[in-house]
């Protein structure tokens, strides 16, 4: 489970010099569901619930199962499907599947559902949990049952997520008090050196035969920021089981990025123009193109003019142009120059190496 998510220690040192930026998300074609058996019929049903997964996976939200052309899909699964196989984890069979992703994102466009793309917000997890009787932060160290759940549950969701390392630095700063009492101001401070997107505090407690649950989603202050920032969400609830409530958070976070960073595709095609500064190679050029062409929201792109260290492209878009930049003010690689003339309002700074 480690290696499908980067580590917090290796995190902090690719992120401490680039700033926050978004994280691509692999295996966004893949799913592994848990089978009794390698018979037809079990093999065939684990695969419509593994393009479920995808499904959900690729557009944010388990509501898109409801839409009739996403059912009509479901029942014939194996026709998007690119290769399957078993494999065991932890004494448990799995039918793993892969499909076309290209084929799920124009189904999804052809039914008019929202497409998150590859490119999402790194989230840093403050969470507190019930560990034999007593409250504890999550770590990014060790392998409890919780992190366990929390790390399938972001895997699921196609959430990136970070825990905390929670050593020496963090424990002067951030208490299960500063958590639990959502306290933002205390958690501040040590939320900026993981250098992520967003972060959450979170609370988990049994509460009799159910478990309570309670998150809150922060944007992490811009540099010179003093004031603690205010929630972007807020929510709480109750769920059966841990595994469910970690479900839950994500879940909620899922709607949250969906809803800001999911495209949804209107049929007509909107055009804009982009101007990068700091093109200097042929690599950077051909990095800068293939970079904007799997964005969600483009549906072409073509180079319109090149000189010098500048290159203009024009965008054929699926969504507005608002849709656009929100997704390139979530990439670390690119930053818009400051400029009082209109010419240079779509003027950028692309720094792919």
Known sequence: M???????????????????????????????VQVGSRSASERDS????????????????????????????LSSASALLRQYGYLEKERQLYVHASFDQA????????????????????????????RDGERALLADQGESVQRQLLMQAAENAGIPVLLPLMDLDDLMQVSVNSVRGMFVDEVMTATNRYQSDFFVLGNMEAAGETVNYQLSLYSRPREGETLPPQALLSQQGSAA????????????????????????????????????????????????EAFLGQLSVVKSVSLKQM??????????????????????????????????QDEQANTYQWRGQ
Do not use: C
């Open 241 to 288: 089981s841990e595994d469910q409530a970690m479900s839950a958070l994500l879940s909620l976070l899922s709607g949250y990025y969906v809803e800001k960073y999911a495209v949804t595709s209107t049929g007509e095609s909107q055009l804009s123009e982009l101007t990068f500064v700091g093109i200097n190679k042929l690599a950077d050029l051909v990095s800068l």
């Open 307 to 340: 000189a010098a260290d500048r290159v203009t492209f024009n965008l054929s878009l699926f969504g507005t142009r608002e849709d656009l930049d929100r997704l390139l003010n979530l990439e670390g690689k690119i930053s818009r120059l400051d400029s009082l």
């Open 103 to 130: 084929r799920i994102v124009s189904l999804l466009r052809d039914a008019q559902l929202p497409v998150w793309g590859k490119q999402r917000p790194l989230t840093l997890m403050w969470l507190v949990v019930e």
């Open 2 to 32: 480690r290696n499908k998510f980067l580590s917090i220690s290796l995190l902090i040192s690719l992120l401490a010099w680039q700033g926050a930026q978004a994280v691509e998300v692999a295996k966004l074609d893949e799913a592994d």
């Open 46 to 73: 684990a695969v419509r619930e593994a393009l479920a997964r995808v499904l959900v996976k690729n557009s944010g939200s388990a509501a898109v199962l409801e839409h009739p052309l996403i059912r009509q899909q």
